[in-house]
């Protein structure tokens, strides 16, 4: 298996043609691709923060490729 490394964020209107995102068949899987937004992270007038956790194994796990 090879990890899928593609990172996807919040509101992208592009979702629905990607194929990366739509070859995951389960719909809670593909929104784990998706990064969330962190103020923390952010930096005022240069930059927005995300958060994209990679989890290897679990419940949770980021969706790998077959």
Do not use: K, W
């Not at 995951?24 to 956790?53: C, H, M, N, Q, T």
């Amino acid at each position: 298996m090879r990890l899928i490394t593609q990172m996807y964020f919040p509101g992208d209107p592009l979702l629905a043609t990607d194929p990366v995102y739509n070859s995951v068949p389960d719909e809670a899987a593909r929104r784990r691709l998706i990064s969330d937004y962190d103020a923390g992270l952010s930096e005022a007038e240069y930059a927005l923060g995300y958060r994209f956790d990679i989890v290897l194994r679990g419940r949770a796990a980021t969706p790998m490729e077959r």
